[in-house]
């Protein structure tokens, strides 16, 4: 079974600052996605990623497989990115995969202006 | 842009009774998900459907609990007879294809709520 585990739980920011967010998992892995899920409860797709690195925008994800940890970054962050980020991780199991997602605690961050 | 869709947007229930929770998945997808949150805790996995049949399945998706494509376009949760436990938020997803490494889209999700 994969634990997933993140930090920090919350993170308070002035706009402007750089932002890490991260992520640790127990076991191999298939694929590492970020999460952005909004006061309101919806979840969006930020980043899937297996290995290296991935940009949008502002957002940097990086992923470590030997190290089984990733990092997403927040560059010049702003009030609008306040929102619950979440890392989950799809596992391989005994070599099949099915896509099934186990989540991390999410980090609560707040962008203050 | 495409997107999944979910009914209602809050459910409010008595305990005992039958709930169903629609979703409409994007439609070139083929691969459909259900997971739920209850309120503070992590997001879980419930179960995953390919090719009408369920693929996989997490110890809380019990017998209480069954999915159903019924028709081309949506896919729906039924929790049999709810629990207080079952409040939750229900979150349903879709991938192009089966498999780990396909990017999962969300829709926004259905607040159960059992009295």
């Known amino acids: 079974k994969n634990e997933v585990e993140q930090s920090p739980q919350n993170l308070t920011a002035q706009e402007g600052e750089f932002i890490t967010i991260n992520c640790s998992y127990s076991v191999g892995i298939s694929a590492l996605h970020w999460l952005q899920q909004h006061p309101g409860g919806g979840i969006v797709s930020l980043f899937m990623?297996?290995?290296g690195k991935k940009k949008h925008g502002r957002l940097i994800a990086t992923i470590n497989i030997q190290e089984k940890h990733s990092s997403l970054h927040i560059t010049a962050s702003h009030p609008r990115d306040s929102a619950v980020y979440i890392c989950?991780?799809?596992?391989?199991?005994?070599?099949?995969?099915?896509?099934?997602?186990?989540f991390g605690q999410g980090t609560i961050l707040t962008v203050h202006p | 842009e495409p997107e999944v869709t979910q009914t209602p947007s809050h459910q409010v229930t008595q305990m005992g009774q039958e709930v169903i929770l629609r979703c409409v998945p994007i439609s070139n997808h083929l691969y459909f998900y259900w997971y739920r949150q209850i309120l503070g805790q992590k997001v879980e996995f419930l179960v995953s459907?390919?090719?009408?049949?369920?693929?996989?399945k997490s110890e809380i998706f019990d017998d209480q609990f069954s999915v159903e494509r019924p028709d081309g376009s949506n896919f729906t949760l039924k929790i049999r007879s709810t629990k207080l436990e079952d409040s939750a938020m229900y979150f349903c997803?879709?991938?192009?294809?089966?498999?780990?490494?396909?990017?999962?889209?969300f829709g926004p999700g259905t607040r159960l709520t059992v009295l």
């Open positions: 459907f390919y090719n009408n049949e369920i693929s996989e």
């Open positions: 997803a879709s991938s192009v294809r089966p498999g780990s490494y396909n990017e999962q889209f």
């Open positions: 989950a991780v799809s596992s391989v199991d005994g070599g099949t995969s099915y896509g099934k997602l186990t």
């Open positions: 990623l297996s290995s």
